[in-house]
């Protein structure tokens, strides 16, 4: 009955809670402080698809709660893209303000072509899904928009702010 299915959105939430926890914890062992980076754009993202989801005033059910995983999932991978792509540039003897200004140009359309084919995607899962397919595709399309918003801009926006903190010698970065 009911309560089947509210034990199992709870175990789903506690679920994707020591999830987000070891993705943070393993993001913050590898990249070092540019993992503070990417928990900072992930909680942003969090929050902004929490509001609209409470917006639309979405009920929280299993496939929900599996599109915010997968949007957090995401979101960690195109955070590794771009730290990834950041060390490149700076083994290329790159500056780090050129380096990251390099690294979010060249990363961009491929951040945009995965999201926009997650998108396609999403689009056929509410056009011909049932109501908890239809769930799944709608938190799944409100996370990837907010996963580019928060990929580009706010971890864009986070390292330009602890670069122009730093002293204009700052040779390095911690990735």
């Known amino acids: 009955g009911p309560t089947l299915g509210a034990d199992s959105v709870r175990a789903g939430v506690l679920a994707s809670i020591a999830g987000l926890v070891m993705v943070i914890l393993f993001m913050l062992v590898y990249y070092k402080l540019s993992g503070i980076n990417a928990v900072v754009a992930m909680v942003c993202n969090l929050v902004i698809l929490l509001g609209f989801m409470a917006y639309l005033e979405a009920v929280m059910t ?26 490149e540039e700076l083994a290329a003897q790159r500056g780090p303000k050129a380096a990251i200004k390099a ?30 397919i239809r769930g799944f595709a709608t938190t799944l399309t409100i996370g990837l928009l907010t996963n580019l918003f928060t990929s580009i801009f706010v971890s864009k926006t986070l390292f330009e702010l602890v670069l122009s903190r730093r002293q204009t010698t700052a040779q390095t970065i911690s990735i």
Do not use: C, Y
């Open 62 to 87: 299993l496939p929900g709660i599996a599109g915010f995983i997968l949007t957090m999932g995401i979101g960690v991978d195109s955070n590794v893209l771009i730290f990834e792509r950041i060390k």
């Open 103 to 132: 690294s979010f140009e060249r990363v961009f359309l491929t951040l945009l072509d995965t999201h926009v084919t997650s998108l396609i995607a999403a689009a056929f899962l509410f056009q011909f899904g049932t109501g908890p």
